[in-house]
């Protein structure tokens, strides 16, 4: 497949150049919401990571709705198809193979948005997005393996816009590239089960195996939730081993424990194994203050623009 084939078609990169969680995921949920409600036809291209078809090519969602392939595709790309419904997602480490597929099996997008594609370099998008964890982000500054960064820092130059995931302030040497940046927070917006205010007079405790724990425990305490314990496992954990999971549950019952409240990334691993735990599902999304989303805004615009001319 070669570049011209995708001619007239928007193409949108959400990438890091650190390791370990920063949120690229949820922002290509979010933008995806933002364009979808401008009208836009989209789709979105995964690698599928750790999941059954990162080695071959899926369609895992189309224009009717998700298949049932999809909770076989990887955590990422199988919370993506359940939240963006009928919009074609395409799962692969071969992205050019991926948008062969759409483009064959499917009617041309108007945008394809590409999720962890920065490293990805056999196409040429129009906009690239860099998302950083305000909880690390770029640890001690130094490239795999002394430190976290998967490139240098000098390759935020390489970007259109830096997209900053934290409750605190922008850190000058990010300012110094003098990119149009949008600092978003997360907010629980849902909960599987109970509300709020419901859990709050719980006993609550949290489960994770995401990139950056440290976030998860804020956009819980940003929700005014007190936890006495937070189970940590490392990124993409299958939640498969069954002595580990009665571990938890001789924890939680010794420490009268009434939830363990989890991501909807882990959420997704949990539902394929018989784990008997008390899972209330978090349900966060991403917000703007009204600077940032006037700096959406604008992108938002001058695609319109494009599509008008």
Known sequence: MVQKEIDGVILICIGNISSGGTGKTPFVIFLAQQLLARDYRIAIVSR??????????????????????????????YMI???????????????????????????????IIFDDAFQYLKIKYDYKFLVFNGESPIGNGFVLPAGILREPLSFVKKSDYIVYNSYTEIPGFLKT??????????????????????????????????????????????????????????????????????????????????????????????????????????????????????VLNSFLDSLQKGKEN
């Open 177 to 294: 590239f003098d990119k149009p940046t949008l600092r978003l927070q997360y907010r629980i917006t849902n909960l599987s089960g109970l509300s709020l205010n419901e859990l709050a007079i719980k006993r609550i405790a949290l489960l994770s195996a995401i990139g950056t724990p440290k976030a998860f425990e804020k956009t819980v305490e940003k929700a005014e939730l007190s936890f006495v314990k937070h189970f940590i496992y490392p990124d993409h954990y299958a939640f498969d081993d069954i002595t580990e999971l009665q571990r938890i549950k001789s924890i939680i019952q010794r420490e009268k424990i009434d939830y363990l409240i989890c991501t909807e990334k882990d959420s997704v691993k949990l539902s394929k194994v018989n784990h008997q735990l008390p899972i209330i599902i978090a349900y966060a999304d991403f917000v703007l203050d009204t600077d940032d989303q006037i």
């Open 48 to 77: 599928g990571y750790k999941g059954n078809f990162e080695k071959s090519n899926h369609i895992i969602s189309d224009y009717q709705g998700v298949r049932k392939c999809a909770l076989n595709a990887g955590d990422e790309p």
């Open 81 to 111: 198809a359940n939240r963006l419904k009928n919009v074609p997602v395409v799962v692969g480490k071969d992205r050019l193979k991926s948008i062969d597929l759409l483009l064959r099996e499917l009617s041309k997008p108007d945008i």
